[in-house]
């Protein structure tokens, strides 16, 4: 087996990592890192361990990379290190392009990167050794083995590495594997986390919570997206070191009703003529109707519909939104670009899977190159992309050419789901 020689390599590359974040002790750092939970208990585990370096942090929480976003941020922070996590592996070198060396740059990333190696460009991503940042290690998991490489003091934000392994859904298959396993197995050691067994389910109980692991990452999930226009993820983050305040746990269950609301609302629109149905495709656009819910609302309200009586159950659903131009701890940013998801209804699910009909892991690549935009995670009946504003027919009608003639060919499973 090979893998057991991967994984030294990995373990000997974060204690090279470790080393590297040592040597700047007493800098300062921009921690720039995603808006899930996963995201913000990245955040959590870094920010501590710089505290312990006695390197001062900044956060920017972001949904998505984008060139205007990155040199808003390199501009802002000139001078200083920016750490990229959960996020940007992929982005390496649009992000070293738009840096021009201003900045040092780390990412520190579980999702498939490209590795860029300079001096001050350091890439730790699990994915580039071959180990699945959608299986085995997640970007929490990452940042702990990371951060207990440095202080054993560290240790104490075990069970962080298991809430975010769990808001990955890293237990799909009745409990966390690999690296998030090990992370788990210290939490369990100290005492932080308990195992219940539910069926054929592992659930994490947290002590620092008193409360399940998926309900405590459930919870940061909608406090960074549905409540990212107001910056939710923030009190994410306190949360996850302090425990959840009464304020936070209000704010908590009233996304959760925004967001109800919103996609009530959008059901209405929906069935009230806002649905364009073509000859393989049914979209919408949400325009900015889902502020403050970030991007990442239009493919969890796809998928909720996605069987809805009201569409069509033969043809591919697609969902645009706005990307907003105000990034909450940047401003505004001279971004036009929009969001489109794709699902579709079981029945052609199944087509897709049988091989008779092209799956988005085809089509969402192509279509996106055609209109000049960047497929941002596609897999076989789900897929997302970036585009620019005004270019939303464009894509549609691409998607409908690219099935008439269903001359493309299939890329392989291996696509990342990442939505
Ligand atoms: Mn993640």
Redesign the pocket.
Known sequence: MRSGFLNQDFIEWVRHAGRIIENHNGNSATIVH?N?A??IC?AAILSRLCEHLSIKTELVCLEKVHPVIVDRIHSKYEGSIIIYT?LAGLAADMIDRVNADRCTVWIID??PARPVQKDNFFVLDSEILGIS?DMFV???TLNYLLAINVSDEMRKYAYLAVI?SV??YHDRSGGVLGFDRFALGEAIDLGQVKVKIEGARERYHVNFFDEYADVVARRLTNLGTVGYGRKGYRLGIKACLEGFDEKTLSEAEKLEEIKTKKFEDAVEMLTNGGLNVEKYTQWFHLGDSFSPMGVKAVGEFCQNIKDAVFLKEDKYLLGFQNCPKYIPDLGEVDLSAVKVSGRMPTLLERKVFAGSVPGYDTLFPAASEMVGGVADATHKIAAASLIDRGKEKEFVRAIESLRESSAVTSVGGFAKLRV
């Open positions: 995603h899930d996963d995201g990245s959960d579980h999702h940042g997640s970007a929490s975010g808001g990955d």
